[in-house]
């Protein structure tokens, strides 16, 4: 069974610091990496991909990847309250299937 | 340019009785999918169609049915509903001109189904 780990959270930090947001994955063959966001009552929306090795930043979000060690990272710099939301990892291995982790809480505190 | 939509956002079911979740795309999008989401079980896949025409099946495909009718246009069916149903339907859909494993999805506002 493919499978996508996340910690469920709630991570708590303070407004204006970096939020470090993780995600392990099971299976070697995966190929694609997504980040998205969901706030509560809402529908999933896409922060970040990454295909390859190292580091991939944009804007203040920082996707992370290292494939020899099956994880996936996300950071967020200068976290403010509105990035108070689920963080969604998901992963694809290929064709149309999509293994989505069950996210991690994300709480800023102002 | 209203993307993704879902109707209706809201259901009360009994168990038994059936019902069709609606999905259209405005984007001009190749592939479409249906997932549920329950709590701390994150998004699983019901089933996805890559292209006008076919219908695959998904992770959790047992109780349900799709019909892709057009290119915009994906629809989900609960042929008897039970309360294992419970939960929030997303559609999605994705471009097709990237290689599958490289397309972002655009998601839906959900469906919230309540099956007694």
């Known amino acids: 069974q493919k499978e996508v780990e996340q910690n469920s959270g709630p991570l708590s930090v303070p407004e204006g610091a970096i939020a470090s947001l993780n995600c392990t994955y099971s299976?070697?063959?995966?190929?694609?990496f997504f980040w998205y966001r969901q706030y509560s009552g809402k529908s999933p929306e896409l922060i970040m991909f990454i295909y390859s090795n190292g580091d991939k930043e944009d804007g203040r979000f920082t996707a992370q990847l290292n494939k020899a060690s099956q994880y996936v990272s996300l950071l967020i710099r200068d976290s403010q309250p509105s990035d108070s939301a689920t963080y969604l990892c998901a992963v694809s291995t290929g064709g149309f299937k999509t293994i989505f982790g069950a996210g991690t809480r994300l709480f800023v505190k102002a | 340019n209203a993307g993704v939509t879902q109707t209706p956002k809201f259901q009360v079911l009994k168990t038994g009785q059936s019902m069709t979740l609606q999905c259209a795309q405005d984007?001009?999008?190749?592939?479409m999918y249906w997932y549920r989401q329950d709590p701390g079980m994150g998004l699983r896949l019901i089933y996805y169609s890559a292209s006008e025409g076919t219908t695959d099946k998904g992770e959790v495909p047992n109780g349900y049915n799709v019909s892709r009718l057009n290119k915009r246009e994906f629809s989900l069916r609960l042929e008897s509903a039970a309360p294992s149903q419970t939960s929030v339907y997303f559609c999605a859909s994705s471009g097709g001109r990237l290689a599958a494993f490289q397309e972002t999805q655009y998601f839906g506002p959900g469906t919230r189904l309540l099956v007694l």
């Open positions: 984007m001009n999008h190749n592939s």
């Open positions: 299976d070697r063959g995966s190929q694609s």
